[in-house]
C-alpha cells in the first residue's frame, strides 16, 4: 500500500500533462480542419509527371 503514495501523483501528473497537450493542440488550431484531411488522402498531386 505505500507504493500508491507514488503512484497517485504520477497519475495526476500525467493526466494533467495529457489534459494540458490536449489543450495547447486546440489553442493551436490542430483540430480546424478535419474535412480537408480525407480529401488530401484522394490528391494525387505528389505523383510524378510520365514523360514519353
Known amino acids: 500500500m505505500d507504493v500508491l503514495i507514488y503512484l497517485i501523483p504520477v497519475a495526476l501528473f500525467l493526466g494533467g500533462l495529457g489534459l494540458a ?3 495547447w493542440s486546440l489553442k493551436n488550431g490542430q483540430y480546424d480542419d478535419l474535412e ?3 480529401w488530401r488522402v484522394l490528391d ?3 505523383l510524378p509527371e510520365k514523360k514519353n
Do not use: H, I, T
Open 21 to 23: 497537450a490536449f489543450l
Open 36 to 38: 480537408g484531411a480525407k
Open 44 to 46: 494525387d498531386d505528389d
